[in-house]
């Protein structure tokens, strides 16, 4: 199995909901397991067992890095939390956007009142343009997310103080 191949698998099982996969191919063998933890947020882990094709080894033990990369943003949640603040996440991998087009002024900006159902933000996903509305009502306290940028599912996008 190519280290492409292998990329593009744990690509697949991160939009899914399987937890475990085991892929053996002639004398090559691969483990592909994500773990949920309670909020949702998963984290893959790879398992590759070579036994002659040594080659694939150091690529397969790579991948877990730059995929586990996002973990490291979830300290900012209970830390709002904490503090009662509601943390505003997305629902899905995509691109955010604050505005409805690049000539157009933002949804939302900080210190704005917001209103349940309010539309904060558009999330690209696949070429379909998905607002993002608000749970709750209250003072818009954060914008964590950058415009334009890549985000994944679970990721805070913004943090409201409820009113």
């Known amino acids: 199995m190519e280290y492409k191949q292998i990329q593009e698998l744990i690509k697949t099982i991160n939009k899914s909901n399987i937890s475990e996969l085991s892929i053996e191919e002639g004398d090559f063998k691969i483990t592909i397991k994500q773990e949920f933890s309670g909020n949702a947020h998963y984290v893959p882990m790879v398992q590759a067992t070579p036994v002659h094709h040594t080659h694939l080894a150091a690529p397969a033990h790579q991948a877990p890095a730059a995929i586990s990369a996002p973990v490291s943003e979830k300290p900012a949640a209970p830390a709002a939390a904490a503090s009662n603040l509601i943390t505003i996440k997305s629902p899905m991998i995509g691109t955010f956007y604050r505005s ?47 415009d334009s940028s890549p985000v994944e599912y679970d990721q805070p996008l913004f943090i409201i103080e409820p009113m």
Do not use: H
């Open 100 to 146: 409805p087009s690049p000539d157009k002024p933002v949804f939302v900006n900080v210190g704005d009142e917001i209103k349940a159902g309010q539309v904060l933000c558009i999330i690209e996903a696949m070429k379909l343009f998905n607002e993002i509305e608000s749970e709750v009502g209250g003072r818009l306290v954060k914008v964590v997310a950058d």
